[in-house]
């Protein structure tokens, strides 16, 4: 090169090896490539409309919980999709309230039995021990006898049962149940051919009888065996104060009592098709019997007006606690309480939400019913409340009832 001349640099130049099979070009980079960009795409979109665009680059925590019929809320997948919208997932151990109550839950981050006797036992052994302990109380669900429409006839032929008014078009869903009258018909040992339902097309020769789970494991069987106690004697709202007392009302109702089943099949032998043979009248939460209706409208466009509901004349409502078990599951508990989102679900899955004060909001589940097109069941306070018997004493009741230990209470110390 002569001095003063440039030197020539050519630009750098990217080399491609191409296969000696086939052609690489742009055009087919861009066919081997935007089908993969595509689902990329789509995979993006469907993660921002389900909330969780977030989930891959956040920490998403597993709390880990011990519940019954409550799992109902947890396992629905709008309200799974709404706690993942939180970075939170739940993870459940099935087990029977009082159960719950009666082992061990160190391993938990929270329990959640259906009412208040259960968590009672859990937060006073608790407490008691210094360990950590909260209770939210974010919705409720009475006691209801499930059963079919032959047999809720059967009974209001007899005056045992009294139908509501019906809601919308149809006959009614919904009857109030005497229930010192239906005592008084299974401790005379009277069968439903004795109460003539024949007349309905159907001939039972079994006693006539309300299951319920087993009364050792479930709080609706021992909130049954209460109703019972404190109706049976037909004394207003006497209710064992004594240990004699509460082992003598034990022994007195016990054979008025049918339990034995897992709290979780009992609902669901109802729901089948043997269930109007095998257990026509069943002891359930009212938010089991909603859920369903609502579903069996989305599915069918119409109600199952063959299912209906008795509602005792003399109500407890039950009051489940979410007992949070340290921060985790305190965090939960909040969430659940007071996320707006989580609470319509509640009401939409047919629980009764709590406001701040304890009390039922207002009357957002009819107003959702009705929408539905699903009648309505009075909830009028004008049905006698029922007074639970202290723990200590239906702890003894449910042991003779049910042939199991009594649960310690306060930690051990009687009450």
Not at 15 to 22: G, K, M, Q, T, Y
Not at 353 to 368: M, N
Not at 376 to 392: E, F, K
Request: aromatic share 8%; with cysteine.
């Amino acid at each position: 090169m002569a001095i003063g001349e440039r030197p020539v640099v050519e630009e750098p130049r990217l080399l491609v090896r191409r296969p000696s099979s086939s052609r690489w070009s742009r055009r087919g980079f861009l066919v081997a490539f935007l089908p993969a960009l595509a689902a990329v795409l789509a995979g993006v979109a469907v993660l921002a409309v389900s909330g969780n665009i977030l989930l891959p680059f956040e920490r998403v925590i597993t709390v880990e919980g011990k519940m019954a019929s409550k799992r109902d809320f947890f396992e629905d997948e709008e309200v799974q999709r709404l706690l993942l919208k939180h970075h939170m997932r739940v993870h459940i151990t099935s087990s029977g309230s009082r159960e719950v109550a009666i082992r061990d839950v160190s391993s938990y981050d929270f329990v959640f039995p259906s009412g208040q006797p259960a968590g009672d036992l859990i937060t006073s052994r608790r407490a008691a021990d210094n360990q950590y302990v909260t209770v939210h109380r974010p919705f409720v669900s009475p006691i209801v006898l499930a059963t079919y429409r032959e047999y809720a006839e059967t009974l209001e032929a007899k005056g045992i049962a009294t139908a509501q008014p019906a809601s919308g078009p149809g006959r009614p869903l919904y009857y109030v149940l005497d229930m010192q009258e239906f005592l008084k018909s299974i401790a005379d040992g009277l069968r439903w051919n004795d109460l003539g339902i024949q007349k309905r097309g159907i001939s039972n020769a079994n006693r006539v009888l309300a299951q319920s789970p087993d009364v050792c494991g479930s709080n609706s069987a021992g909130t049954y065996l209460a109703l019972v106690a404190f109706t049976w004697r037909g004394k207003g709202d006497e209710v064992p104060d004594t240990d004699k007392e509460a082992d003598d009302r034990a022994r007195s109702i016990k054979p008025l009592l049918e339990q034995g089943l897992p709290a979780a099949d009992v609902f669901r032998t109802y729901l089948s098709a043997e269930g109007k043979g095998i257990a026509p009248v069943v002891v359930a939460y009212e938010h089991q019997y909603l859920t369903y209706q609502v579903q069996y409208q989305t599915e069918s466009k119409k109600l199952d007006s063959q299912r209906v509901l008795l509602y005792p004349a003399s109500q407890f409502v039950t009051q489940p606690q979410f007992i949070a078990l340290n921060r985790e599951g305190d965090r939960l508990g909040e969430l659940i309480t007071h996320d707006p989102e989580l609470r319509q679900r509640a009401m939409e899955l047919g629980f009764r939400i709590l406001d701040p004060t304890g009390e039922v909001a207002g009357d957002q589940l009819s107003r959702f019913l009705e929408r539905r097109h699903i009648p309505v069941p009075s909830m009028a306070g004008d049905n006698t409340r029922s007074s639970m018997p202290r723990l200590r004493f239906l702890e003894r009741m449910i042991s003779i009832v049910g042939d199991c230990p009594a649960a310690e209470t306060s930690a051990g110390r009687p009450e």
